[in-house]
C-alpha cells in the first residue's frame, strides 16, 4: 500500500465491503450521501478504512448469487452493537465519473449489484455524476475494534474517526498486482465500449 490510511473510513455497505475484502468485485458506484455536507461525493483521503454499514442493505437489491453476503454480515451483527469490527482498508486508483446509463450498464459484469440498484444510483440526483471508484483493496492482517460513536450514523459517506487505528496495523493485498491490473484494465475497457 502505498499510504496508510488516516483516521478517516468510507461507509459502504457491509456486504459490499465483504465483496471487495473477499476480491469479489475491485470498484463502488458512489453518489453522495443524503447528510453529506454538500450532498455531492467526493474522494476524501486516497487510502481509508472501509466501515461496514448495516442499516440499509437489502437483499433484492444484490444479484441472486451474492444476496447471501446481506444474510452472513447481518448474522454477526446487532442493531444494539457497541462496536464494529475492521478488517479491510483500500486506495482509490481511479475516479470515474458516469453520467450515462449505457456506462452503468456495461459495468454490470463486475459488481454485485442488480442493474435496477445501480441504475438507481446514477438516477438520483441526475445532475450529479455517478463516481466508479476502482478500489485497491487491503486485508488487514489483524482486524481491530472501532467503538461505534454517534457521529458515525446516519446517510453519509466518510467518517472521521474518534479513536486512531492501530499502529501495529498491517495489511495484505487482495488481489496480485497482474489480478487488479487485469480487473482495472477489463472494466475501464468496459466503459469505452
Do not use: N
Amino acid at each position: 500500500m502505498g499510504k496508510r490510511p488516516g483516521p478517516i473510513a468510507l461507509k459502504e455497505w457491509a456486504a459490499s465491503v465483504a465483496a471487495l475484502r473477499d476480491g469479489l468485485q475491485t470498484m463502488m458506484l458512489r453518489k453522495g450521501g443524503i447528510a453529506e455536507e454538500t450532498r455531492d461525493f467526493e474522494v476524501r483521503a486516497d487510502a481509508f478504512y472501509l466501515l461496514p454499514a448495516y442499516e440499509h442493505q437489502k437483499r433484492e437489491l444484490l444479484k441472486e448469487e451474492y444476496r447471501r453476503l446481506v444474510d452472513e454480515t447481518l448474522a454477526t451483527w446487532s442493531p444494539d452493537a457497541a462496536a464494529v469490527t475492521i478488517d479491510c482498508c483500500a486506495e482509490v486508483a481511479h475516479d470515474i465519473e458516469l453520467t450515462e446509463l449505457d456506462s452503468v450498464e456495461r459495468l454490470y459484469p463486475y459488481h454485485i449489484w442488480t442493474q435496477r440498484f445501480a441504475e438507481d444510483r446514477l438516477h438520483w440526483k441526475r445532475q450529479r455524476p455517478l463516481h466508479l471508484l476502482l478500489l485497491r483493496v487491503y486485508r488487514l492482517d489483524r482486524p481491530f475494534e472501532l467503538k461505534l460513536e454517534p457521529h458515525y450514523f446516519g446517510c453519509k459517506s466518510w467518517v472521521e474517526l474518534a479513536e486512531t487505528p492501530p499502529e501495529y496495523v498491517t495489511m495484505t493485498p487482495v488481489l496480485t498486482d497482474g489480478e487488479f491490473a487485469a480487473q482495472a484494465g477489463a472494466i475501464r475497457s468496459a466503459l469505452r465500449g
